[in-house]
């Protein structure tokens, strides 16, 4: 496979960082997002010194202009948009009748309007990279790949995360929109729904007394899920080997979805 012009968002830690690092390892030529400056720098830097090439932006990518200037960025590097991982996201919980219309705003807008801007921006750009071939495009757009991660929240809820469980189903619908948007240029959308791993949600959520959840009890195979792990299904979505597959979500989480019984719900 050679060389794709790939943004990820969320670089810098957990499975965005992991992804960064799997895409690096294929050769990919990385443009990285996040709102933690020094942990996204430090990504950029292990890259480098792997022999990778990135580079990094600090923006708000709910913001129409900061995801202007992702765009820009890669276009700028790269010449080019051939994937897009968005790996960003935010986790909100709280009981239903507390949530505030800024709850409902900030969650809305780092979850799901973040999510439709990014996914604008490239499809629009996949689309306009396939009209500069003399065949219709297809074989142009064909490598053009956008993997949004997701939770297993996305078709579950509990009583405490309503916004965040409203934005992840949002979020996987607006995923099957853009597959069916890129689909005739040979382009592709997915998602990839996660539960269980570590360094991610769930090392911040708590029960009512402060104390983490063990989400490993309540996983089938008994354990929380490695970055790594979800970064390898998000590469293969973006990869030639699911090139008959979209408007689809794979969800790396354990067996949770596939549990019968009470547990938690929630999709960190």
Known sequence: ????????????????????ERFAKSGDRLVLVD?????????????AERGGEASFLHVDIARKLDVHNVIAEALDLYGRIDVLAHCDGHFHSAPLLDITEDDFDNTINANL??????????????????????????????????VNITTT????????????A???????????????????YGARANS??????????????????????????FTPLSRKGEP??????IHFLASSEASFITGQTLF?????????GPGLTSGE
């Not at 999510?115 to 009209?131: D, G, H, T, W």
């Not at 579950?156 to 309503?162: K, N, R």
């Not at 990839?192 to 009890?217: C, F, M, P, Q, Y």
């Not at 790594?228 to 299904?233: I, L």
């Open 1 to 20: 496979m050679s060389a794709r012009s790939v943004i990820i968002t969320g670089a810098a830690t957990g499975v965005g960082r992991a992804v960064a």
């Open 35 to 47: 709102h933690d400056e020094d942990e996204g720098k430090v990504v950029q830097a292990l890259i």
């Open 113 to 146: 309007r973040s999510a439709f801007l990014l996914n604008q921006a490239v499809a629009k750009q996949i689309m306009k990279q396939s009209a500069e071939t003399s065949d219709g495009g297809v074989d142009q757009a064909r490598s053009g790949a956008i």
């Open 153 to 164: 929240e996305a078709v579950t809820a509990s009583a405490d995360h309503s916004i965040f």
């Open 166 to 184: 409203a934005a992840q189903g949002g979020l996987t619908q607006l995923t099957k929109a853009v597959a069916m948007a890129l689909s005739p």
């Open 192 to 217: 990839v729904g996660v539960a269980s791993i570590r360094k991610e949600l769930d090392d911040t959520e708590t029960d009512d007394l402060g104390k983490a959840h063990d989400t490993a009890k």
């Open 228 to 233: 790594e792990e979800a970064a390898n299904a």
């Open 252 to 260: 790396v989480d354990g067996g949770r979805l596939a549990m019968h």
